[in-house]
T-cell receptor, first 111, second 112 residues
Framework: GQQLNQSPQSMFIQEGEDVSMNCTSSSIFNTWLWYKQDPGEGPVLLIALYKAGELTSNGRLTAQFGITRKDSFLNISASIPSDVGIYFC???????????FGTGTRLQVFP | DAGITQSPRHKVTETGTPVTLRCHQTENHRYMYWYRQDPGHGLRLIHYSYGVKDTDKGEVSDGYSVSRSKTEDFLLTLESATSSQTSVYFCAVGGTYYNEQFFGPGTRLTVL
């Protein structure tokens, strides 16, 4: 079945550093979604990507839809303490209304 | 904010008791979903609905049932709760564009 692999699993960085994480799949996706989950809260949609090669920004966040349609990248510039959380990628399961979620990247930011 | 509320937000119950979790949305989304989130497993789909009275199973549906009698409400029922159903439960609604989903705040359920 379709699977999404996220890396790294966790990151420990210093405030002000840039962050990069990625999500890969064995099959093609037509949409890539990036979510952030704060402790004790539900996931919040950060960025949605709809076309291969698309590069989209949301403040300090930038995400790219890989041209092979099998991967996506999320970058966070100049990290701040409130960036702490778990970042999930997700994409629609083939020909269904269901999403497949990656296993998440846990980000810790130290002052 | 997709206008999603979940109730209760926290619940402790005993093995064998029935439990119903409620998801309420205010923006008339057609699709609604129930997930559970556990360490090491990420988000797993329990059941989903594609309209009033139209529901289907997800990947971990055993032990759960759902009902949707109104567009705005999607209920998840554990007929006889077990300790393995201790988890955080999230409701989500489907956006109108490209499979986006928006999540509620979650319900933390503990089955003793």
């Amino acid at each position: 079945g379709q699977q999404l692999n996220q890396s790294p699993q966790s990151m420990f960085i210093q405030e002000g550093e840039d962050v990069s994480m990625n999500c890969t799949s064995s099959s093609i996706f037509n949409t890539w979604l990036w979510y952030k989950q704060d402790p004790g809260e539900g996931p919040v949609l950060l960025i949605a990507l709809y076309k291969a090669g698309e590069l989209t920004s949301n403040g300090r966040l930038t995400a790219q839809f890989g041209i092979t349609r099998k991967d996506s990248f999320l970058n966070i510039s100049a990290s701040i303490p409130s960036d702490v959380g778990i970042y999930f990628c997700a994409g629609p399961s083939y020909n269904t209304d269901k999403l497949i979620f990656g296993t998440g990247t846990r980000l810790q930011v130290f002052p | 904010d997709a206008g999603i509320t979940q109730s209760p937000r926290h619940k402790v119950t005993e093995t064998g008791t029935p439990v119903t979790l409620r998801c309420h949305q205010t923006e008339n989304h057609r699709y609604m979903y129930w997930y559970r989130q556990d360490p090491g497993h990420g988000l797993r789909l329990i059941h989903y609905s594609y309209g009033v009275k139209d529901t289907d199973k997800g990947e971990v549906s055993d032990g759960y049932s759902v009902s949707r009698s109104k567009t705005e409400d999607f209920l998840l029922t554990l007929e006889s709760a077990t300790s393995s159903q201790t988890s955080v439960y999230f409701c989500a609604v489907g956006g109108t564009y490209y499979n986006e989903q928006f999540f509620g705040p979650g319900t933390r359920l503990t089955v003793l």
